[in-house]
């Protein structure tokens, strides 16, 4: 199975701020990783798809990118509504897997 | 409006068995691969099972395989998750998704979710 290893696992930043969250896989994945945000006691979201496409209807201050084994998820400036926990996936290979999560908080 | 709404989610006995259902709306069901995701109490997010849009592929987690079958009905616009042998394990948030197309693209939409807990 590929494991998904992100990082770091909890980060504190203030609004405004630019964040990068990394994942990378034990093996290539081409640019099968997507990219989701999950608010307590709600669904996940996805932001990233390919790597680096943005899904429509979500903010450009989310932007990702790499290819292969590591991977990163930006966000420009942090607004209030960012601070959630974030996870990577793979579907490169079955079994698809997720990151173990980032947890955004506010510093 | 694209939507997904599970059901079928409760308490079971360890040994038992459970049915959940995603009744899905607002696009051509049969034009997407579709899967379960789980996620146990404060913990992250793993996936369960895919099944291809005609329903002849299927994929499932090494810790389901065996136990869990997926399956949909297109006359319907309903997917399913048959659970047997439940385990304490199994205790999780069980999500519904539509993936983007294929069963080799990403988690789409997600339903709202559906609480199982194995427990005696």
């Known amino acids: 199975d590929i494991q998904m290893t992100q990082s770091p696992s909890t980060l504190s930043a203030s609004v405004g701020d630019r964040v990068t969250i990394t994942c990378r896989a034990s093996q290539s994945i081409s640019a099968w990783l997507a990219w989701y945000q999950q608010r307590p006691g709600k669904a996940p979201d996805l932001l990233i798809y390919k790597a680096s496409t943005l899904k429509s209807g979500v903010p450009s201050r989310f932007s990702g990118s790499g290819s292969g084994t590591e991977f990163t998820l930006t966000i420009s400036s942090l607004q209030p509504d960012d601070f959630a926990t974030y996870y990577c996936?793979?579907?490169?290979?079955?079994?698809?897997?997720f990151g173990q999560g980032t947890k955004l908080e506010i510093k | 409006e694209v939507q997904l709404l599970e059901s079928g989610g409760g308490l079971v006995q360890p040994g038992g068995s459970l049915r959940l259902s995603c009744a899905a709306s607002g696009f051509t069901f049969n034009n997407y691969a579709m899967s379960w995701v789980r996620q146990a109490p404060g913990k992250g997010l793993e996936w369960v099972s895919t099944?291809?849009?005609?329903?002849?592929?299927?994929f499932y987690a090494d810790s389901v395989r065996g136990r869990f079958t997926i399956s949909r009905d297109n006359s319907k616009n309903t997917l399913y998750l048959q659970m047997n042998s439940l385990r304490a394990e199994d205790t999780a948030v069980h999500y519904c998704?539509?993936?983007?197309?294929?069963?080799?693209?990403?988690?789409?939409?997600w339903g709202q979710g559906t609480l199982v807990t194995v427990s005696s």
């Open positions: 998704v539509r993936l983007r197309g294929t069963p080799n693209s990403a988690f789409d939409i």
């Open positions: 099944i291809t849009g005609s329903g002849g592929g299927t």
């Open positions: 996936l793979q579907y490169n290979t079955y079994p698809n897997t």
